[in-house]
């Protein structure tokens, strides 16, 4: 199979770079990652046999590569499936993943909640984090994702559902200061939507469970809220969007794949 290289690099290289820097939380790990992967694509591309996408070939590079990063570094016990404390969280970090103007009519002017988002964001733990962004910002299959991130097809569903869990909770709590009237604590819900939100909004309930669910839906205001809020939750991932690669390392890697077309 014939792969441009020159195509491979305009397609990923932010992608590629927003993975490392979802994993490491720092911009020069992120750029020594992504300029190895790049590397290792170009050295690597002949034992592509198509087995698998392009893109899921790419990202489980990535992927690895990020993790020798971190074991080198020492930093895999402190950074994987963990969430980051509040020290290791700074202005500069917040809100690379965001593209606000793609937000839903409504939010873009409500900084308070962009703030809510982006620590909620940068604060999730990596292994909800990762599937958000293969899911959801790379819009990769549920068997896409668990090739790359070496996961069973449950475990990936079972994370998206909880980073959608934890923005919904951010835009619930930013409800709670803005209008008393609408109690979103958790412990008020009966149960039944956070047991059935993902399967009835991803479609996976047979006819007679989601009847039951839409029957309860018509009874249960906290229920309904929930719902609603979920579904924002949702539609604020899907604006979200990969840090750009930096200027200077993409003039590097294009000086390099320059000499190695030529």
Request: charged content about 30%.
């Given at each position: 199979?014939?792969?441009?290289?020159?195509?491979?690099?305009?397609?990923?290289?932010?992608?590629?770079?927003?993975?490392?820097?979802?994993?490491?939380?720092?911009?020069?790990?992120?750029?020594?990652?992504?300029?190895?992967?790049?590397?290792?694509?170009?050295?690597?591309?002949?034992?592509?046999?198509?087995?698998?996408?392009?893109?899921?070939?790419?990202?489980?590079?990535?992927?690895?590569?990020?993790?020798?990063?971190?074991?080198k570094a020492k930093n895999l016990n402190k950074i994987n499936y963990h969430g980051f404390k509040e020290?290791?969280?700074?202005?500069?970090?917040?809100?690379?993943?965001?593209?606000?103007?793609?937000?839903?009519?409504?939010?873009?002017?409500?900084?308070?909640?962009?703030?809510?988002?982006?620590?909620?964001?940068?604060?999730?733990?990596?292994?909800?984090?990762?599937?958000?962004?293969?899911?959801?910002?790379?819009?990769?299959?549920?068997?896409?994702?668990?090739?790359?991130?070496?996961?069973?097809?449950?475990?990936?569903k079972s994370r998206l559902h909880r980073a959608r869990l934890i923005i919904h909770k951010a835009l619930?709590?930013?409800?709670?200061?803005?209008?008393?009237?609408?109690?979103?604590?958790?412990?008020?819900?009966?149960?039944?939507?956070?047991?059935?939100?993902?399967?009835?909004?991803?479609?996976?309930?047979?006819?007679?469970?989601?009847?039951?669910?839409?029957?309860?839906?018509?009874?249960?205001?906290?229920?309904?809220?929930?719902?609603?809020?979920?579904?924002?939750?949702?539609?604020?991932?899907?604006?979200?969007?990969?840090?750009?690669?930096?200027?200077?390392?993409?003039?590097?890697?294009?000086?390099?794949?320059?000499?190695?077309?030529?």
């Open positions: 199979m014939t792969v441009n290289i020159e195509e491979v690099f305009r397609q990923y290289k932010n992608k590629i770079y927003g993975l490392a820097l979802s994993m490491t939380k720092n911009t020069k790990e992120a750029e020594d990652i992504a300029q190895d992967v790049f590397l290792k694509i170009i050295t690597k591309i002949h034992t592509f046999k198509a087995k698998s996408s392009l893109s899921t070939w790419i990202y489980r590079i990535a992927y690895n590569e990020a993790l020798m990063h971190l074991r020290s290791r969280i700074t202005s500069k970090d917040k809100g690379f993943f965001i593209n606000w103007p793609l937000l839903p009519d409504g939010l873009s002017e409500e900084d308070e909640l962009k703030k809510d988002i982006d620590q909620a964001i940068a604060l999730m733990p990596i292994k909800y984090r990762l599937v958000l962004l293969l899911r959801t910002l790379e819009g990769l299959s549920v068997k896409e994702t668990s090739q790359i991130l070496n996961l069973k097809e449950n475990s990936v619930s709590d930013y409800r709670k200061t803005k209008t008393a009237r609408v109690a979103m604590g958790d412990d008020r819900f009966c149960g039944i939507a956070t047991r059935f939100i993902y399967d009835y909004i991803e479609g996976h309930l047979d006819n007679t469970k989601e009847n039951d669910f839409l029957k309860h839906l018509s009874d249960c205001y906290d229920c309904n809220v929930f719902l609603d809020s979920y579904k924002r939750a949702i539609s604020i991932t899907k604006a979200l969007q990969c840090a750009d690669l930096p200027k200077n390392l993409q003039d590097k890697i294009k000086t390099f794949l320059a000499h190695q077309v030529n």
